[in-house]
């Protein structure tokens, strides 16, 4: 198991009994990772990114049946950087403007691309009358901090830009992202907040990936335990910071859990596990944002796993959580 | 998981698949799972609509591949597959597509009956595994300590028992020897309903059944029928006898009764109350209690008992005349042959 050597927590804390998994969710999680393998590992990066290429939904999936209009926009990247491409999945026969979900996929800042995961933000849009923008962003270790939190809030501010375009109304655009895609959004209502950006009308946070520093309880709890845990972590953030990881320097736009002040920002919602490496950052999380006078819905789903909402779906708790996202979102959207 | 799902399902029942699929349900049983968590597994491996129905236990559960319950469902379908909870049972989990029978899909259906099986043993606390009159030779190599453990292990597993619940044997006065899972060795529950006058054996490891069984047939002997000239419990557990189970071993139909039952006899003989005086009066805490029980003035149970002590020849009144009294009651019921029209060593 990785030690942070940064941390300066004693390591006696490791000695903290795991949090028992759900009987669904830990049946289902035998067969998950006995399919996965060492994918989670992180230790072929490139290996792991063809293997979920060749998964990537088609334009004729994403349009079920008809339900939506699909385009990939390109769109001018952050200054001096490359272009980025956004994906536009409409309501077809819905009158404009809608509100829009803005995502920002998962995969620990190395994986993953703007399709990934976005079965979910779909179910959400056909069920609520909303526009899905998923934003590709530059990935670590290839490109580090802050490319990938900038091309997100780029792709943000630009689908602002082009609302009248797409049919979004600017006013109503919810950020959401689930794991590394969590962390970014969390870091891009920060932006957005400090650079007098987009107003954001909320922030839907899934399990988000916030502290690059690694070493809650929960951390060294459920080291080497489920999925996504301590030392992927630990990889992942890396990626993404390099040596500078877990140090005094790092960036709240890197890791919101860094940043100090949390007023201000939209009213948020976030999910975890119980039984996750992230449960006490996005505990910790939710805490300071009401601390801070802000508003936020938090739910600890007891006994889950890193993503079992998306990796086990028909499990009882898993079904749970995405009624409580979508009511949470249903509320934001009729206030 | 979507995907997982369909590749299990599609796949052949090699090694890899077979193997997930009793990981699965191993895990469900091992976290406690409940019966819905059973059912939408099983839909969900399958990849096709599962449903649980026990009529009997007023069960039914129906579950999408989607994992969300829908209980209404409509009629079964003839060619779906379907598994019993127990061998020789009527079907009791369905998966909604026609056969062909086999594969991963058959794999399914059996785990999730024996997880269910799991699940109501535990919750239901005491569960006939079979129908008895549908395995009788079962539970005949069952409790034969003569029979070959390999024969009493598979025996065992054909009336669902597994190796790591207790079970007991019951022995019903009118019908073939039972044989039940026990969740809980303390777990005893109200007079056995179902099986009428009976002696339950204590619940022991499967193998050890036979022991079970004698002792349960040692029990039977101090039922009583519970009429008036045969007064007593319906209902014995041989784990409550303690020491008078001794007596049965000294005591055989063929011995020549001692004074005292012949005293006893004498005076049941002599007055159609004396059976139930005496019974209650040897079983109640207090005299008082005794004539409140048989509805009688405490005055007139004072008065038949003056007649019941000189019919017996000593006084039931204090300590060791009511324990001669409970001896002579025990003795004369062991007299009589109980022994079970039944299988058995």
Not at chain 2, 326 to 342: I, T
């Amino acid at each position: 198991m990785t030690t942070t050597a940064s941390s300066g927590a004693p390591d006696d804390r490791t000695s903290l009994p795991p949090v028992p998994f759900d009987p669904e969710l830990s049946a289902a999680l035998d067969v998950l990772t006995g399919q996965l393998g060492d994918t989670l590992a992180l230790d072929d990066i490139p290996g792991v990114r063809r293997a979920s290429l060749a998964q990537r939904p088609s334009d004729e999936t994403l349009r079920r049946d008809g339900a939506f209009e699909v385009e990939e926009r390109t769109v001018p990247g952050p200054p001096g950087e490359p272009d980025i491409s956004l994906l536009v999945c409409r309501p077809a026969g819905v009158p404009s403007p809608l509100p829009a979900l803005y995502c920002v996929h998962g995969g620990g800042m190395v994986i993953g691309d703007n399709r990934t995961g976005i079965d979910s933000a779909l179910d959400w849009a056909a069920e609520l009358g909303a526009v899905v923008v998923s934003v590709e962003y530059r990935l670590a270790p290839e490109h580090p901090h802050p490319a990938p939190v900038e091309d997100v809030y780029t792709g943000l501010v630009r689908t602002v830009e082009l609302a009248g375009e797409l049919g979004i109304d600017p006013a109503r655009i919810v950020i959401t992202g689930g794991s590394a895609g969590g962390g970014l959004a969390a870091a891009t209502a920060l932006l957005a907040r400090d650079r007098g950006g987009p107003a954001l009308l909320g922030q839907l946070l899934m399990c988000p990936m916030l502290d690059d520093r690694n070493d809650t309880p929960s951390s060294l709890q459920m080291a080497g335990l489920g999925m996504w845990d301590r030392t992927a972590n630990h990889k992942g953030w890396t990626a993404l910071l390099g040596g500078a990881r877990g140090g005094p320097d790092v960036s709240p736009y890197a890791a919101p859990a860094r940043a100090e002040d949390l007023s201000g920002l939209p009213p948020a919602f976030i999910d975890v596990g119980s039984a996750e490496t992230f449960r006490d950052e996005d505990v910790a999380y939710a805490a300071r944002l009401w601390q801070a006078g802000g508003r936020a819905e938090l739910h600890v789903w007891p006994g889950g796993f890193h993503g079992f909402d998306v990796m086990a779906p028909q499990s009882a708790i898993a079904r749970d959580a995405r009624a409580a996202q979508l009511n949470w979102l249903r509320r934001l959207l009729a206030s | 998981m979507k995907e997982l799902v369909g590749r299990l399902a599609a796949l052949d029942p090699d090694a890899g698949a077979a193997l997930q699929v009793i990981a699965y349900f191993d895990r469900l049983v091992e976290g406690r799972a409940g019966l819905e968590s059973l059912v939408r597994g099983a839909a969900v491996l399958a990849g096709c609509p599962a449903r649980l129905v026990d009529e009997e236990r007023g069960i039914r559960i129906r579950v999408g591949t989607d994992g969300v319950r829908r209980d209404e469902g409509g009629l079964v379908g003839s060619g779906w597959m379907s598994a019993p909870l127990v061998a020789g049972a009527a079907p009791a989990v369905w998966l909604e597509c026609d056969g062909p029978p086999g594969g991963v899909r058959a794999m399914v259906l059996e785990r999730t009956a024996a997880a269910v099986r799991d699940v109501l043993e535990r919750t239901r606390g005491r569960t006939p595994v079979a129908d008895p009159a549908a395995d009788p030779a079962s539970v005949e190599v069952l409790l034969d300590a003569r029979a070959p453990e390999h024969d009493r292990w598979r025996a065992a597993g054909r009336l669902g028992l597994r190796q790591t619940a207790p079970a007991r044997a019951v022995a019903p006065w009118d019908g073939p020897p039972v044989v039940e899972a026990v969740t809980s060795p303390v777990a005893r529950g109200p007079a056995a309903p179902g099986y009428g006058r009976a002696g339950v054996g204590p619940a022991v490891p499967v193998l050890e059944l036979p022991s079970s069984w004698a002792a349960a047939r040692t029990a039977l002997r101090f039922t009583a029928a519970g009429t008036e000239q045969d007064p007593g419990p319906g209902t014995v557990y041989a784990e409550e006898l303690g020491g008078l189970a001794l007596l049965a071993e000294a005591v055989g139909p063929a011995d020549e009764p001692i004074p005292d039952v012949r005293a006893l006899e004498r005076a049941i003989a002599s007055a159609p109350w004396a059976a139930v005086t005496l019974h209650t009066v040897a079983c109640a805490t207090s005299l008082r209690a005794a004539a409140a029980e048989l509805h009688l003035h405490h005055s007139t149970l004072q008065d038949r008992l003056a007649q019941a002590e000189h019919w017996l020849g000593w006084p039931v009144h204090e300590a060791h005349g009511r324990l001669r009294l409970q001896l002579a009651l025990m003795v004369w019921r062991l007299h009589r042959d109980q022994r079970p029209r039944s299988t058995g060593p």
